[in-house]
T-cell receptor, first 114, second 116 residues
Framework: EPEVTQTPSHQVTQMGQEVILRCVPISNHLYFYWYRQILGQKVEFLVSFYNNEISEKSEIFDDQFSVERPDGSNFTLKIRSTKLEDSAMYFC????????????FGSGTQLSVL | AQTVTQSQPEMSVQEAETVTLSCTYDTSENNYYLFWYKQPPSRQMILVIRQEAYKQQNATENRFSVNFQKAAKSFSLKISDSQLGDTAMYFCAFMKVAGNNRKLIWGLGTSLAVNP
């Protein structure tokens, strides 16, 4: 079965550094999402992306965050200047145009900001 | 704004028995989806079951079924014949149907332990 792939599985960075989290969605999917899960808290929506633009973003997704689909296969989340509170598991998801509400999730990237 | 509440932080069940996980939600929308996701120790989110709000019939997927009470805004998950592999975190989630946006609103989760 096709799957969403995320790299790296773990990322450790220093506060203030830039990080890029990478995702390869399922190939025929057109809708892409980032969610994050801080330990012990609810999974939170960050952003959705369709037709090469952001279709919705949450309050969390401020100017420090950006997303990009640089080459038609990868979907990246960039955090420009990481804060301690950015430490979380970040999940990428995608869905196809015929079944938009069924999201397929990757295995996540655990980001630790020190 | 929509909210999802799971009032059971932890539950346990004996192998082969049945367990029900509770979920309530709040919305003023009439058209939406409800989901149960499973998150095993590997931490990948796996879709267990999905319910469309306009359908009165409760969704079923093998050993998993839901009790959807739209008026009460309740969406519980029943796991029959529990297996050790069902041990995981279970999340209830809500999705409003609105154009191209498919944002999931999540509950806090219920940690389920299936005991041998």
């Amino acid at each position: 079965e096709p799957e969403v792939t995320q790299t790296p599985s773990h990322q450790v960075t220093q506060m203030g550094q830039e990080v890029i989290l990478r995702c390869v969605p399922i190939s025929n999917h057109l809708y892409f999402y980032w969610y994050r899960q801080i330990l012990g808290q609810k999974v939170e929506f960050l952003v959705s992306f369709y037709n090469n633009e952001i279709s919705e973003k949450s309050e969390i997704f401020d100017d420090q965050f950006s997303v990009e689909r640089p080459d038609g296969s990868n979907f990246t989340l960039k955090i420009r200047s990481t804060k301690l509170e950015d430490s979380a598991m970040y999940f990428c998801a995608s869905s196809d145009p015929d079944w938009v509400e069924k999201l397929f999730f990757g295995s996540g990237t655990q980001l630790s900001v020190l | 704004a929509q909210t999802v509440t799971q009032s059971q932080p932890e539950m346990s069940v004996q192998e082969a028995e049945t367990v029900t996980l509770s979920c309530t939600y709040d919305t003023s929308e009439n058209n939406y989806y409800l989901f149960w996701y499973k998150q095993p120790p590997s931490r990948q989110m796996i879709l267990v079951i999905r319910q469309e709000a306009y359908k009165q019939q409760n969704a079923t997927e093998n050993r998993f079924s839901v009790n959807f009470q739209k008026a009460a805004k309740s969406f519980s998950l029943k796991i029959s014949d529990s297996q050790l592999g069902d041990t995981a975190m279970y999340f209830c989630a809500f999705m409003k149907v609105a154009g191209n946006n498919r944002k999931l609103i999540w509950g806090l989760g219920t940690s389920l332990a299936v005991n041998p």
